[in-house]
């Protein structure tokens, strides 16, 4: 599945995007942020990310920004289950992406693709306490927070960490908010 938005390509990683999937995410700022990406984060990591398998229905993208003619790998999305069994979307962008709402885009065009064409109701995902922007991000797409602060395993920073746990509703989500 491909997803494009303005600025933005979203599409499966492929084996040849380690490089590029490496250098992108290999900063401990992103890594530290996420709960399953080791820290250091290393090309053999990204060749054994891009070899998991995929799943019509937990679907996975690298962002891919327009920059002139090129397309340049600036970070990743996507949703799987969490320990409930429930779907959850995860994300990262490379520092020198951050502050521009490239994340509010992808994930907007993320969550309204997946609404559409698998019919969610529902999603949740969680952000770090030590990391508002991410919450920032997830209530301009219309989640709401539940109210739960979980404490999550983060592989970078070998330690459990406090997450505010949140969660999209179709007939909760405003059109205009997930169109970023």
């Not at 002139?68 to 979307?89: K, T």
């Not at 969660?167 to 909760?172: I, L, T, V």
Request: charged content about 25%; glycine content about 10%.
């Amino acid at each position: 599945m491909f997803v494009r938005t303005r600025r933005l390509t979203l599409r499966p990683g492929w084996r040849e995007d380690a490089p590029a999937l490496a250098a992108a995410i290999a900063h401990e700022t992103v890594v530290r942020m996420l709960s399953r990406a080791p820290w250091p984060y290393r090309l053999d990591d990204a060749e054994a990310f891009l070899a998991l398998p995929s799943r019509i229905d937990e679907p996975t993208f690298l962002i891919f920004e327009h920059v002139g003619g090129d397309a340049v790998l600036v970070g990743g999305i996507g949703i799987h289950r969490d320990e409930a069994g429930e779907r959850e979307v995860g994300y990262w962008l490379t520092p020198a992406a951050w502050g521009r709402g490239l994340m509010t885009e992808a994930a907007g065009a993320v969550v309204t693709t997946l609404a559409e064409s698998l019919r969610l109701t529902r999603l949740v995902s969680g952000h770090y306490l030590d990391n508002p922007a991410s919450g920032r991000v997830l209530t301009k797409l219309g989640f709401v927070a539940t109210g739960e602060v979980r404490t999550r395993q983060s592989v970078a920073r070998g330690a459990e960490v406090g997450c505010v746990m949140m969660e999209w509703r179709a007939a909760a989500a405003e059109a205009p908010a997930i169109a970023a």
